[in-house]
Antibody, heavy 126, light 108 residues
Framework: EVQLVQSGAEVKKPGESLKISCKGS????????IGWVRQMPGKGLEWMGI????????RYSPSFQGQVTISADKSISTAYLQWSSLKASDTAMYYC???????????????????WGQGTLVTVSS | EIVLTQSPGTLSLSPGERATLSCRAS???????LAWYQQKPGQAPRLLIY???SRATGIPDRFSGSGSGTDFTLTISRLEPEDFAVYYC?????????FGGGTKVEIK
């Protein structure tokens, strides 16, 4: 079964740093892009960026460029989303999701997302 | 940058009725690279449709997608109790990827 399991909920203070994780299993982790999506309380879905764990090629949404860092450790099939200095406005649910597939002959950089992780709730409050 | 507008914001229907959800793009979505997701309270989104009209694995055939260019539709032929949820469209034909604002399908 293809599965993405995310790290647990976090409560942080403004200005603190944070790194949340997303571990893939049941498929070739280095062959698919992984995306991150934000959902603020009571709001819709926002695409943050994607990473290809095979070579760590990363693309960001202009809205999130410079605000977060996406990384991956292919040796442990895990992708990460991190902040260096959290703000109250970062309070949200964050989802990782499997994106497009890359083979030796083609690569689907931008793709639908399936499956999704269960989400990590990040609360930033003083 | 493509902006997706979903309508209506809320759809109030009874079980057994037909639901028609709209997703309109600010510019043409290349190759019909449009997906639909269902999200229930407290759950992650679930892929329903990709490529505008292809059902994802395990999705019942009462869900269907159609459209091209700038106008796309998700149709639920006969609403089951478990279908009451929020539905999002997503375009993946160009960067940045984008989601629509969502349509809530609620029980009338």
């Amino acid at each position: 079964e293809v599965q993405l399991v995310q790290s647990g909920a976090e409560v942080k203070k403004p200005g603190e740093s944070l790194k949340i994780s997303c571990k893939g299993s049941g498929y070739s982790f280095t062959s698919y892009w992984i995306g991150w999506v934000r959902q603020m309380p009571g709001k819709g879905l926002e695409w943050m960026g994607i990473i290809y764990p095979g070579d760590s090629d990363t693309r960001y949404s202009p809205s999130f460029q410079g605000q977060v860092t996406i990384s991956a450790d292919k040796s442990i099939s895990t992708a990460y989303l991190q902040w260096s200095s959290l703000k109250a406005s970062d309070t949200a649910m964050y989802y990782c999701a499997r994106g497009g597939y890359c083979s030796s002959t083609s690569c689907y950089l931008y793709n639908w997302f399936d499956p999704w992780g269960q989400g990590t709730l990040v609360t930033v409050s003083s | 940058e493509i902006v997706l507008t979903q309508s209506p914001g809320t759809l109030s229907l009874s079980p057994g009725e037909r639901a028609t959800l709209s997703c309109r793009a600010s510019q043409s979505v290349s190759s019909s690279y449009l997906a639909w997701y269902q999200q229930k309270p407290g759950q992650a989104p679930r892929l329903l449709i990709y490529g505008a009209s292809s059902r994802a694995t395990g999705i019942p055939d009462r869900f269907s997608g159609s459209g091209s260019g700038t106008d796309f539709t998700l149709t639920i032929s006969r609403l089951e109790p478990e279908d009451f949820a929020v539905y999002y469209c997503q375009q993946y034909g160009s960067s940045p990827l984008a989601f629509g604002g969502g349509t809530k399908v609620e029980i009338k």
